[in-house]
DNA sequence: CCCTAAAAAGACACCAGTGTCGTTTTGGTA
DNA sequence: TACCAAAACGACACTGGTGTCTTTTTAGGG
């Protein structure tokens, strides 16, 4: 009746799991990752392994999942700087704290790519990541909507459609970026030019 | 000394086996087809097929190859009609001959991001999508360049910069719809927009 | 019409990865 | 200190896919 071990103890248990797990699939990708490289990183048996998560995918949405709700937290952080103008709020959403393109990306972004693709034709995996999708569309949209409606950005575009265009460039750079390497796909130029792109979209003259 | 059979007939076999393996690639994505699922579409014994591709990334790589050299095939057709403006190109290059935008999509594509992503840590098949990527920039660089030679484009943006964000656009593009339905991702309509970008970045006040 | 070399067939041995299950260890509790 | 439920272990059986190898078939040349 009384439990062997901690709460706290399970807790850490499976984030150390998980973390050793992430670092299996960043470097190895997802498809290629099996159980056994995550038992060896995270020092655990089999047996182990299989009494938190019941197979790979379990596993990999679970660092997907933790993955959303900090971002979610960072993003909730962001949202309350209601004072900054929508602007600094999209920059924000799309580089990062700093708010300007630079050259890192997400080192899990090609093992979520392969996930979703290879995972396309699966009802299961399909529904997850549509549902994403449309989460990455909203908050987007939210913010241009936003902006629209104070008048600080044009209303000429739809905000949906804009919103979309964004998470296509994200992953088109993101998949170029898995494949190719950072001086061929010039990571950094691009998203500057995409940004003059939004500007004009928007009609933000903006300063810097 | 003398072939039991005519070269022809190879040949032939061969590309059946091709047309059916890549019906079953578009169905199944790259990683789930196996060997045998060929082997039931091509309606060819185990031994048959091996006999003209030694595995299953050789049989894709030959149907990739298939496929580019139809690219140019097309391209250099199109290339040839120099009289046409470059945007004409351009656009013809980005939707197929009928210049714009549209809701259709390689069918292969997904496949191929599949083949490339998973792919990415094997130093052959990282050198061949690199090989791949440089020659679609290639293209649209020279087009480009060419525009911007003659005074129809302006030359306020790199060339190759904005070869690259075609590039990642289209690339964008085939993932998102890859993975989402049409209706949600909006093709046509991102599209649409992505042109307006390239005109203005490239100063084309066009008809359409 | 036979002969033969190449093409097609399919049985086979092998391997890598999976998930389960019986056993052992462990640490809180009485 | 002894107990015991849960946690951790690792051997195991199973599966699905691969590439090879031997055998059978076939079609063109003599």
Redesign the pocket.
């Given at each position: 009746?009384?439990?062997?071990?901690?709460k706290e103890?399970?807790k850490q248990?499976r984030a150390d799991i998980m973390k050793a797990a992430t670092q299996v699939f960043i470097e190895q990708g997802y498809e290629h990752t099996?159980?056994?490289h995550v038992m060896e990183a995270a020092?655990?048996?089999?047996?182990?392994l299989?009494?938190?998560f019941?197979?790979?995918e379990d596993l990999f949405e679970a660092i997907l999942e933790e993955g959303l709700s900090e971002e979610a937290e960072d993003t909730g952080f962001s949202l309350e700087e209601a004072a900054s103008p929508q602007w600094t709020l999209l920059m924000k959403l799309m580089f990062g704290e700093d708010g300007r393109p630079d050259t890192n990306m997400d080192p899990l972004a090609p093992s979520k790519l392969e996930f979703f693709i290879t995972g396309r034709h699966d009802e299961r995996r399909r529904t997850y990541g549509e549902k994403r999708y449309e989460m990455g569309v909203n908050i987007y949209d939210e913010v241009i909507k936003a902006g629209q409606e104070t008048g600080e950005f044009s209303d000429r575009y739809d905000s949906g459609l804009l919103a979309r265009s964004i998470i296509t460039f994200v992953d088109g750079l993101a998949l170029d970026h898995a494949i190719q390497p950072e001086e061929k796909v010039r990571l950094k130029e691009q998203s500057e030019l995409f940004v003059e792109y939004l500007k004009m979209a928007l009609d933000v003259s903006s300063s810097s």
């Open positions: 009746m009384s439990p062997r071990v901690s103890h399970l248990r099996t159980m056994k020092n655990v048996s089999r047996g182990g299989y009494q938190y019941s197979n790979k």
